[in-house]
């Protein structure tokens, strides 16, 4: 315990891009899948092309700390233009391009003062078509070209890096090779939040915490580096795809290639991957956790069960846990943040998954402290619901350029996470959802999880989820979005009876949140991290409305 605690206090990415590519070098690190087959990256070949493009960036000048911005999917290319950042001693930041105008992009450039964007010029409305709009060209060459930005004065190079054309890799130097050294209290990178709620926050991490959150996923998942590969469909560039069983344990890691994509049937490929790579620990989003388990005809004659499957990102639903003991031996429920990594987790399985409620997160992780907090920040008692409040040697060391965030950082190291949740009688914590997702209906506040769990057993129905729309009366109304179950016909007057039904004997008739409209979707909007668009859904409803 003391020697891999160690490892992630006194060392680097550098040092453990170094140690894994010299140790069994031929051993697999990242497997891709797209429609067009299997890409293997060994150990040593992703130090060897890392090494080789930090050498290329060190010539256009990069030096230690300066902030490179990758705008790129999931493919073998991100993975070495990562680590090759890191080897250069520079600093990696998720280029990430929401708005069709790149405004948002452009923004995170400017306040992290970056020198280098490093994108696809053929990937269709990509970051670099959008950026270009907007730079001066200085001069140009088959790798990269030199440019000037009124918009982002740093702004020195962009870098292209075709992944489609697979002529990235082999286009780097040989026989060049470099590998600067960073402090483990080095600022290595920077993560942007999803922006469901506006603008993406840049959240900047250390060396230190990076390693810190590696190992302690190690801890918790139990990942062996000879016996156990991964699956994750997360981006890269998002802490929750962050590659840490690699960094820390050596062990392989299986990925879709999203410059190519998969098959049509979507949930098909990656189950034919999992058994194809035996795959023993599989990241899923709850949503893909459920269709591939409604997909009985995929698993039963495979005979295939992961050891562990990892969920987060959205509340759990019961009806997961159905797939305990048939895909999987048990599921992990994780409560995490950009800013601090991963807070709470709770592990189900046959002996246990009974004693499963919704928003369950149970114990704080080794290392993390957890508090519930009244408005005045002072804690509450009992189930009492408050606002969830973290302290973690993991936590960010600042947003970059957003002082408005400042009020999040309280004295003695206390990060506020704007969550909502409270301590049930066992001693865990139980998280409702952001309190910034509170509607303000009329005297009342309604968080909409708790409204949302009344009517999740509503016939027909999928998925519900509340919104606010705007109301002159009580300011904002209530607004139920609405996936039907195959072949439902569920008609709106269908949910409001049963809304009725459910509410009415359980709460004051006064507050009266029996939803005023129902809006019907056949999907709901994701983030890019594949969490439940609220902000985005609510933009719909109003729409649909006509509010």
């Not at 959150?213 to 580096?225: A, D, F, V």
């Not at 995490?336 to 709770?346: D, F, K, P, Q, Y």
């Not at 409702?432 to 509607?439: C, L, M, P, T, V």
Request: charged share 25%; with cysteine; proline share 4%.
């Amino acid at each position: 315990m003391e020697e891999s605690r160690s490892i992630s206090t006194g060392q680097t990415f550098t040092d453990r891009i170094c140690f894994w590519g010299k140790t069994e070098p031929d051993t697999p690190a990242f497997i891709f899948w797209s429609k067009n087959g299997r890409h293997v990256l060994s150990r040593g070949e992703v130090l060897d092309l890392s090494s080789r493009f930090a050498f290329r960036l060190t010539e256009l000048g990069v030096q230690p700390g300066d902030v490179v911005c990758i705008a790129l999917p999931n493919c073998p290319e991100r993975i070495i233009v990562d680590f090759g950042v890191h080897l250069a001693g520079a600093v990696t930041m998720n280029g990430q391009t929401l708005r069709s105008d790149g405004q948002d992009i452009i923004e995170s450039m400017c306040k992290a003062k970056c020198r280098v964007l490093i994108a696809d010029p053929d990937q269709d409305n990509g970051a670099c078509s959008i950026c270009k709009q907007r730079f001066e060209l200085v001069s140009d060459n088959k790798h990269s070209s030199v440019i000037k930005s009124e918009d982002v004065p740093s702004l020195m190079h962009m870098v292209y890096c075709r992944a489609r054309k697979s002529e990235f890799l082999t286009s780097l130097p040989s026989d060049t090779y470099i590998s600067r050294s960073r402090k483990p209290t080095d600022i290595a990178s920077i993560f942007t939040t999803s922006g469901s709620s506006g603008y993406s926050k840049l959240v900047q991490h250390t060396h230190k915490a990076l390693l810190v959150i590696c190992h302690r996923l190690r801890e918790i998942t139990g990942i062996r580096s000879k016996e156990d590969i991964s699956f994750t469909t997360a981006p890269l560039g998002w802490i929750g795809g962050f590659p840490a069983y690699f960094l820390y344990s050596g062990a392989p890691t299986v990925i879709i290639d999203d410059t190519i994509g998969g098959e049509a049937d979507m949930l098909k490929f990656i189950w034919n991957i999992i058994c194809d790579e035996n795959v023993s620990i599989g990241g899923f989003a709850s949503f893909q956790l459920l269709g591939i388990f409604s997909r009985r005809e995929l698993w039963e004659s495979s005979g295939k069960k992961l050891k562990k499957v990892l969920t987060g990102g959205q509340p759990l639903k019961r009806e997961c846990l159905d797939a305990v003991g048939n895909l999987s031996d048990s599921i992990l429920n994780f409560y995490a943040s950009t800013e601090v990594g991963v807070i709470c987790v709770v592990e189900l399985n046959e002996s246990n998954k009974h004693e499963f409620k919704n928003n369950m997160t149970l114990n704080p992780v080794s290392g993390m402290e957890m508090r519930v907090v009244d408005s005045e920040l002072k804690d509450v008692a009992g189930e009492t619901r408050g606002e969830i409040v973290v302290r973690s040697e993991t936590l960010t060391v600042g947003y970059i350029g957003d002082t408005g965030s400042n009020a999040s950082f309280l004295p003695d190291g206390w990060f506020r996470t704007d969550d909502v949740g409270y301590v049930d009688a066992r001693g865990g914590f139980c998280v409702e959802g952001r309190s910034s997702d509170a509607i303000m209906h009329g005297a009342y506040i309604l968080y909409p999880t708790w409204l949302e769990e009344k009517l999740a057993s509503c016939p027909g129905v999928q998925q519900l989820v509340i919104v606010p729309v705007p109301d002159k009366l009580v300011h904002q109304e209530i607004c139920a979005c609405v996936k039907r179950s195959e072949g439902s016909l569920s008609r709106e007057e269908d949910i409001l009876h049963f809304a009725k039904a459910a509410i009415t004997g359980n709460i004051p008739s006064a507050m009266n949140v029996v939803p005023k409209y129902v809006v019907f979707f056949e999907e709901f909007p994701l983030t890019r991290s594949l969490k439940l668009n609220r902000k985005e859904l609510a933009k719909l409803a109003r729409e649909r409305l006509q509010l």
